[in-house]
Nanobody, 115 residues
Framework: QVQLVESGGGLVQAGGSLTLSCAAS????????MGWYRQAPGKQRELVAT???????NYVDSVKGRFTISRDNAKNTVYLQMNSLKPEDTAVYYC?????????WGQGTQVTVSS
């Protein structure tokens, strides 16, 4: 049974930084891409950033220049470095892995940015 476990969320002041991690437990193969989503209260879940096997990255416009996604293939782990955080970044952040046989989601980690 594959599980994705996120960590690194918390409370931070505006302008601060946090780094989220998402690690896969269990046997997981053929990961094509990894990504981070977020969902703020009353809003739809949105895709924040993705990274492919080859290292290509994409970001939603609102986080470009502030967030950096990276991955450690040997550890099946994806990271999201978040700098210059804003109150509007407050949300539950979820990781997602796309594999050849299906997708996996993490349970979510809360990020709260105070003004």
């Amino acid at each position: 049974q594959v599980q994705l476990v996120e960590s690194g969320g918390g409370l931070v002041q505006a302008g601060g930084s946090l780094t989220l991690s998402c690690a896969a437990s269990g046997s997981i193969f053929s990961i094509n891409a990894m990504g981070w989503y977020r969902q703020a209260p009353g809003k739809q879940r949105e895709l924040v950033a993705t990274i492919t096997n080859g290292g290509s990255t994409n970001y939603v416009d609102s986080v470009k220049g502030r967030f950096t996604i990276s991955r450690d293939n040997a550890k099946n782990t994806v990271y999201l470095q978040m700098n210059s955080l804003k109150p509007e970044d407050t949300a539950v952040y979820y990781c997602r892995y796309w594999t050849r046989i299906g997708d996996y989601w993490g349970q979510g980690t809360q990020v709260t940015v105070s003004s």
